[in-house]
Structure formats: structure tokens, C-alpha cells
């Protein structure tokens, strides 16, 4: 696992939270990363834009394509780091699912 504090650090507004889910918006300026971290709950990545993401886990890194609109699935449990590797600001929105 890789850290590196010199990154920036990804804004998260919690946008509604109820009994079935929270909705976070998360924004990235080039090169800011979420901090290491564990979903506790499966969760779906709704992408606001086009652009490249990368994944940092304890095994490999992932670049991910993303476009805007296109949402995927993710399970609980993996020990992650997101960074944007973009030259400009980049967001999503997550919903995780109680």
C-alpha cells in the first residue's frame, strides 16, 4: 500500500442519507486522491463526466475509463485509494446501498 501525502485531497459532500442509502458527491482536482479506505457497504459509482480514474489497492493498480452517466457496481470490502490522473477536475457521485 502507497501513500502519499503530497496529493491533494478529493472533496466529498454527503448529498442524502436515509435507511437504504447515502449519496456522496465526490470532486477531484488533477492529481487529489480519496485517502485510503474501505466501503462497509456495496455501492454504486454514478460518473458525472468523461475521464480516467485510477485505482491504488494493496495488489495492483487500475486506470479505469469512465463515462458520464455510465454507473457500475462495486462490493464491500476492498482496500482502496482513488486517484484522478486527469489534467482537470473530475467527479462522481456514489451511492451506497444499506
Do not use: C
Not at 466529498?12 to 437504504?20: D, P
Amino acid at each position: 500500500m502507497r501513500t502519499n501525502t503530497n496529493r491533494p485531497k478529493a472533496i466529498k459532500v454527503k448529498q442524502f442519507k436515509n435507511k437504504r442509502v447515502i449519496v456522496t458527491k465526490w470532486r477531484f482536482e488533477p492529481g487529489a486522491e480519496s485517502g485510503w479506505h474501505k466501503h462497509a457497504l456495496d455501492y454504486v459509482i454514478v460518473p458525472g463526466m468523461n475521464g480516467n480514474l485510477l485505482l491504488e489497492t494493496k495488489k495492483h493498480d487500475k486506470q479505469m475509463t469512465l463515462t458520464a452517466g455510465e454507473s457500475y457496481f462495486k462490493s464491500a470490502g476492498v482496500k482502496h485509494n482513488v486517484v484522478n490522473p486527469n489534467d482537470f477536475d473530475f467527479y462522481f457521485v456514489e451511492v451506497e446501498l444499506r
